[in-house]
Each structure stands twice: as structure tokens, then as C-alpha cells.
Nanobody, 112 residues
Framework: QVQLVESGGGLVQAGGSLRLSCAAS????????MEWYRQAPGRQRELVAT???????NYADSVKGRFTIYRGNAKNTVYLQMDSLSPEGTAVYYC??????WGQGTQVTVSS
């Protein structure tokens, strides 16, 4: 069975930082492109960051320079380090195995 378990969400003040984790099981982790999406209430789900099996990364323009995606292959975990958070970052963040599986999401709330 495939499981993606997100953690690390919570409440943070504007300008602060959070690190999200996504622990994967049931997949060959190193062979998959991993992604983070986010969805705010009333908004479409948007792609935030992507990391390939080779470690190449891509970011949405809105988070570039502030967010970092990286993976710990030995732990089958992908991370999203979020710095300089703003209220616009408030959303449910989802881990995604490209073309296949979704996690349940973790809530991030940024207060001003």
C-alpha cells in the first residue's frame, strides 16, 4: 500500500519559517518525481515545487527564493522548507507522487 504522510504544518507569524515533511512508503521513492501542491479555501490547487529523482528542482514563481524542496532518499522523505512566509502562504499543503498518489495534506496558517 502506498502512503504519503505529511507533517510539519501549523500556525506561524508572517516572516517566519516552517518545514514540511512527507514520508512515503509503498513506492520506489528514488524512482519518482515528488511534488508539493497547496490549496487555499476557494482557490484551485497549485503546484508549488517539484523535485526529480535526480534532484533537479522547480518552483512556482510565487515561492521562488523563499521555499526549498529537497529529498532524503534514505528516509523516503521529501521536505519543503518554507522561509519568509506571508499570509498568502496560508493553505493546505499536499505531497504528491507525480502522476499517481496524494497525501492527506497538512494545514499551514500564516498570521499577520
Amino acid at each position: 500500500q502506498v502512503q504519503l504522510v505529511e507533517s510539519g504544518g501549523g500556525l506561524v507569524q508572517a516572516g517566519g519559517s516552517l518545514r514540511l515533511s512527507c514520508a512515503a512508503s509503498g513506492i520506489i521513492f528514488r524512482s519518482n518525481v515528488m511534488e508539493w501542491y497547496r490549496q487555499a479555501p476557494g482557490r484551485q490547487r497549485e503546484l508549488v515545487a517539484t523535485i526529480t529523482s535526480a534532484g533537479s528542482t522547480n518552483y512556482a514563481d510565487s515561492v521562488k527564493g523563499r521555499f526549498t524542496i529537497y529529498r532524503g532518499n534514505a528516509k523516503n522523505t521529501v521536505y519543503l522548507q518554507m522561509d519568509s512566509l506571508s499570509p498568502e502562504g496560508t493553505a493546505v499543503y499536499y505531497c504528491h507522487v507525480k502522476f499517481s498518489y496524494w497525501g492527506q495534506g497538512t494545514q499551514v496558517t500564516v498570521s499577520s
